[in-house]
Protein backbone atom coordinates (compact mmCIF):
# COMPACT_ATOMS: atom_id res chain seq x y z
CA UNK A 1 0.00 0.00 0.00
CA UNK A 2 1.35 3.15 -1.08
CA UNK A 3 1.74 5.76 2.57
CA UNK A 4 2.11 8.78 1.98
CA UNK A 5 4.07 11.86 3.92
CA UNK A 6 3.14 15.54 3.86
CA UNK A 7 4.25 18.19 6.32
CA UNK A 8 2.09 17.91 9.57
CA UNK A 9 1.36 21.79 9.35
CA UNK A 10 1.88 25.36 7.18
CA UNK A 11 1.12 29.21 7.91
CA UNK A 12 0.45 31.33 5.29
CA UNK A 13 -0.61 35.20 4.75
CA UNK A 14 -3.77 35.68 2.96
CA UNK A 15 -3.57 36.19 -0.84
CA UNK A 16 -0.41 34.38 -1.07
CA UNK A 17 -0.29 31.22 -3.23
CA UNK A 18 0.38 27.83 -0.85
CA UNK A 19 2.46 24.71 -1.90
CA UNK A 20 1.63 21.34 -0.30
CA UNK A 21 3.97 18.55 -1.02
CA UNK A 22 3.25 14.98 -0.46
CA UNK A 23 5.49 12.59 -0.78
CA UNK A 24 4.29 8.63 -2.10
CA UNK A 25 7.64 7.12 -3.02
CA UNK A 26 6.40 3.50 -3.45
CA UNK A 27 3.61 4.37 -5.81
CA UNK A 28 1.85 1.79 -7.61
CA UNK A 29 1.19 1.73 -11.50
CA UNK A 30 -2.68 2.19 -11.35
CA UNK A 31 -2.93 4.23 -8.26
CA UNK A 32 -4.33 7.72 -8.51
CA UNK A 33 -3.43 11.11 -6.06
CA UNK A 34 -6.48 12.79 -4.59
CA UNK A 35 -6.25 15.96 -2.39
CA UNK A 36 -9.06 16.82 0.21
CA UNK A 37 -9.97 19.39 2.32
CA UNK A 38 -11.46 18.88 6.00
CA UNK A 39 -12.78 21.89 8.15
CA UNK A 40 -14.03 21.26 11.64
CA UNK A 41 -16.75 19.24 12.50
CA UNK A 42 -16.74 18.19 8.70
CA UNK A 43 -15.78 15.44 6.42
CA UNK A 44 -13.05 15.82 3.94
CA UNK A 45 -14.37 17.64 0.85
CA UNK A 46 -12.68 16.33 -2.60
CA UNK A 47 -10.33 18.79 -4.05
CA UNK A 48 -8.35 17.50 -7.36
CA UNK A 49 -7.38 14.07 -8.35
CA UNK A 50 -4.88 13.39 -10.88
CA UNK A 51 -2.40 10.33 -12.46
CA UNK A 52 0.31 12.53 -13.96
CA UNK A 53 1.52 16.04 -14.97
CA UNK A 54 -0.76 18.83 -13.97
CA UNK A 55 -4.62 19.04 -13.50
CA UNK A 56 -5.83 22.39 -12.77
CA UNK A 57 -9.88 22.96 -11.64
CA UNK A 58 -11.70 26.21 -10.52
CA UNK A 59 -10.23 25.52 -6.68
CA UNK A 60 -6.69 24.55 -7.29
CA UNK A 61 -3.61 22.76 -9.47
CA UNK A 62 -1.85 19.63 -8.75
CA UNK A 63 1.59 18.83 -9.95
CA UNK A 64 2.83 15.54 -10.05
CA UNK A 65 6.53 14.68 -11.58
CA UNK A 66 7.64 12.34 -14.59
CA UNK A 67 8.44 9.66 -11.67
CA UNK A 68 4.81 10.23 -9.21
CA UNK A 69 6.78 10.12 -6.37
CA UNK A 70 5.46 13.14 -5.04
CA UNK A 71 2.81 15.80 -5.80
CA UNK A 72 1.83 19.20 -5.35
CA UNK A 73 -1.07 20.69 -4.31
CA UNK A 74 -0.98 24.43 -5.29
CA UNK A 75 -3.53 27.09 -3.73
CA UNK A 76 -3.94 29.87 -5.17
CA UNK A 77 -4.37 33.19 -3.26
CA UNK A 78 -5.47 32.01 -0.23
CA UNK A 79 -7.95 33.67 2.11
CA UNK A 80 -8.85 32.98 6.14
CA UNK A 81 -11.40 30.35 4.90
CA UNK A 82 -8.64 28.00 3.50
CA UNK A 83 -7.62 27.06 7.01
CA UNK A 84 -8.01 23.29 7.07
CA UNK A 85 -6.58 19.81 6.95
CA UNK A 86 -5.53 18.76 3.83
CA UNK A 87 -5.26 15.47 2.75
CA UNK A 88 -3.33 13.50 -0.01
CA UNK A 89 -4.30 10.44 -0.50
CA UNK A 90 -3.17 7.55 -3.30
CA UNK A 91 -5.12 4.74 -4.64
CA UNK A 92 -6.19 2.52 -7.34
CA UNK A 93 -9.16 4.03 -8.81
CA UNK A 94 -11.34 1.06 -9.58
CA UNK A 95 -14.81 1.20 -11.99
CA UNK A 96 -17.30 2.43 -9.38
CA UNK A 97 -14.70 2.95 -6.39
CA UNK A 98 -11.35 3.41 -4.92
CA UNK A 99 -9.19 0.51 -3.97
CA UNK A 100 -6.01 0.26 -1.44
CA UNK A 101 -6.43 3.87 -0.12
CA UNK A 102 -5.04 5.25 3.60
CA UNK A 103 -5.64 8.41 4.65
CA UNK A 104 -2.48 10.04 5.42
CA UNK A 105 -1.70 12.27 8.86
CA UNK A 106 -2.89 15.49 6.59
CA UNK A 107 -1.60 19.06 6.16
CA UNK A 108 -3.00 21.67 8.58
CA UNK A 109 -3.04 25.21 7.09
CA UNK A 110 -3.64 27.99 8.80
CA UNK A 111 -4.00 31.25 6.86
CA UNK A 112 -3.02 34.62 8.83
CA UNK A 113 -4.68 37.75 8.09
CA UNK B 1 -22.25 14.71 -6.54
CA UNK B 2 -24.09 12.75 -3.82
CA UNK B 3 -25.60 14.06 -0.48
CA UNK B 4 -25.17 12.40 2.67
CA UNK B 5 -27.22 12.53 5.74
CA UNK B 6 -25.60 10.96 8.69
CA UNK B 7 -27.36 10.95 11.93
CA UNK B 8 -26.92 11.71 15.22
CA UNK B 9 -24.60 14.35 14.75
CA UNK B 10 -23.18 13.83 18.16
CA UNK B 11 -24.01 12.07 20.99
CA UNK B 12 -22.91 11.28 24.55
CA UNK B 13 -23.28 7.48 25.68
CA UNK B 14 -22.76 5.62 29.13
CA UNK B 15 -19.85 3.19 28.70
CA UNK B 16 -21.68 -0.37 28.15
CA UNK B 17 -24.01 0.80 26.01
CA UNK B 18 -24.59 0.93 22.17
CA UNK B 19 -25.20 3.47 19.70
CA UNK B 20 -26.52 3.07 15.83
CA UNK B 21 -25.41 5.55 13.33
CA UNK B 22 -27.53 5.96 9.93
CA UNK B 23 -26.16 7.27 6.58
CA UNK B 24 -28.73 8.04 4.06
CA UNK B 25 -28.27 8.57 0.35
CA UNK B 26 -29.63 10.57 -2.23
CA UNK B 27 -28.52 8.11 -5.20
CA UNK B 28 -28.16 4.55 -5.32
CA UNK B 29 -24.71 3.54 -4.83
CA UNK B 30 -22.72 0.41 -4.62
CA UNK B 31 -20.05 0.67 -1.73
CA UNK B 32 -20.28 2.31 1.32
CA UNK B 33 -17.48 3.13 3.55
CA UNK B 34 -17.28 3.63 7.08
CA UNK B 35 -14.42 5.75 9.01
CA UNK B 36 -13.68 6.82 11.90
CA UNK B 37 -11.62 9.78 13.06
CA UNK B 38 -10.14 9.95 16.53
CA UNK B 39 -9.69 13.49 18.04
CA UNK B 40 -6.77 15.19 16.30
CA UNK B 41 -5.96 12.13 14.26
CA UNK B 42 -6.89 11.51 10.54
CA UNK B 43 -9.29 9.06 8.85
CA UNK B 44 -9.23 5.16 9.59
CA UNK B 45 -11.30 3.13 7.21
CA UNK B 46 -13.82 0.79 9.90
CA UNK B 47 -15.27 -1.23 6.98
CA UNK B 48 -16.65 -1.57 3.21
CA UNK B 49 -20.36 -2.14 3.04
CA UNK B 50 -21.53 -3.62 -0.04
CA UNK B 51 -25.75 -4.53 -0.29
CA UNK B 52 -26.70 -8.09 0.08
CA UNK B 53 -23.56 -9.42 1.59
CA UNK B 54 -21.18 -8.96 4.50
CA UNK B 55 -19.27 -6.01 5.23
CA UNK B 56 -15.48 -6.20 4.90
CA UNK B 57 -13.79 -5.06 8.12
CA UNK B 58 -10.05 -3.63 7.97
CA UNK B 59 -7.61 -4.83 10.46
CA UNK B 60 -8.21 -4.39 14.42
CA UNK B 61 -12.04 -3.64 14.00
CA UNK B 62 -14.46 -6.84 14.29
CA UNK B 63 -18.26 -7.30 13.42
CA UNK B 64 -19.28 -7.88 17.17
CA UNK B 65 -17.97 -4.54 18.13
CA UNK B 66 -19.16 -2.53 14.56
CA UNK B 67 -21.97 -4.25 13.06
CA UNK B 68 -23.10 -2.56 10.51
CA UNK B 69 -26.25 -3.11 8.13
CA UNK B 70 -26.87 -2.40 4.36
CA UNK B 71 -30.34 -3.42 3.18
CA UNK B 72 -30.38 -1.13 0.30
CA UNK B 73 -28.29 0.94 -1.82
CA UNK B 74 -29.38 4.32 -0.61
CA UNK B 75 -28.66 3.26 2.83
CA UNK B 76 -26.70 1.78 6.07
CA UNK B 77 -26.15 1.99 9.54
CA UNK B 78 -22.81 1.37 11.94
CA UNK B 79 -23.21 0.41 15.16
CA UNK B 80 -20.49 1.25 18.14
CA UNK B 81 -21.11 -1.64 20.57
CA UNK B 82 -20.68 -1.89 24.60
CA UNK B 83 -18.74 1.19 24.20
CA UNK B 84 -15.79 2.69 26.41
CA UNK B 85 -13.91 6.16 26.56
CA UNK B 86 -11.69 4.67 23.79
CA UNK B 87 -15.02 4.86 21.04
CA UNK B 88 -15.20 8.49 21.44
CA UNK B 89 -14.41 9.76 18.01
CA UNK B 90 -16.18 11.16 15.09
CA UNK B 91 -17.42 8.31 13.17
CA UNK B 92 -18.30 9.07 8.76
CA UNK B 93 -19.81 7.32 6.46
CA UNK B 94 -18.83 8.29 2.55
CA UNK B 95 -19.53 7.03 -0.99
CA UNK B 96 -17.89 7.21 -4.17
CA UNK B 97 -20.64 8.88 -6.49
CA UNK B 98 -18.11 9.14 -9.61
CA UNK B 99 -14.48 7.76 -9.69
CA UNK B 100 -13.93 11.22 -10.90
CA UNK B 101 -15.18 13.12 -8.21
CA UNK B 102 -13.51 11.25 -5.21
CA UNK B 103 -15.13 10.54 -2.10
CA UNK B 104 -18.30 12.36 -0.61
CA UNK B 105 -18.63 12.27 2.58
CA UNK B 106 -21.42 12.93 5.81
CA UNK B 107 -20.31 15.09 7.64
CA UNK B 108 -20.04 12.56 10.90
CA UNK B 109 -21.11 11.70 13.87
CA UNK B 110 -19.46 12.92 16.94
CA UNK B 111 -19.84 10.59 19.97
CA UNK B 112 -18.51 11.27 23.00
CA UNK B 113 -18.48 7.83 25.81
CA UNK B 114 -18.25 8.82 29.17
Known amino acids: LAKTTQPISMDSYEGQEVNITCSHN???????ITWYQQFPSQGPRFIIQGYKTKVTNEVASLFIPADRKSSTLSLPRVSLSDTAVYYCLVGELMKTSYDKVIFGPGTSLSVIP | SAVISQKPSRDICQRGTSLTIQCQVDSQVTMMFWYRQQPGQSLTLIAT?????????ESGFVIDKFPISRPNLTFSTLTVSNMSPEDSSIYLC???????????FGSGTRLTVV
Open chain 1, 26 to 32: NIATNDY
Open chain 2, 94 to 104: SVVDRVDEGYT
Open chain 2, 49 to 57: ANQGSEATY
